[in-house]
């Protein structure tokens, strides 16, 4: 599996904490890994045939979109922002 991150999630993760910054790598690793990691507490979204949610701690999320061999990174932020409802 290869992440891409969207524009949007490329120009917001700079303006992201330090400290969560690096939940987002540690989250996408496990992600790579293994996309059931107990970690990321992922979901299907209701929203999308091939989206998904998942943790990066209690209180902020990402979504992402799958296909094939690619797993795309569209959303990333507090709960609301990180699910793409802001």
């Known amino acids: 599996m290869r992440v891409i991150l969207s524009d949007p999630v490329k120009r917001r993760i700079p303006k992201l904490p330090v400290n969560i910054q690096r939940k987002l790598e540690k989250q996408l690793a496990f992600l790579i890994e293994d996309v059931r990691h107990p970690s990321l507490h992922a979901r299907k979204m209701s929203s999308g045939v091939n989206k998904y949610e998942a943790r990066m701690d209690y ?28």
């Open 59 to 86: 209180h902020y999320r990402f979504t992402y979109e799958m296909s094939d061999d690619t797993i795309t990174i569209l959303a990333v932020g507090p709960h609301d922002t990180g699910l793409g409802k802001k």
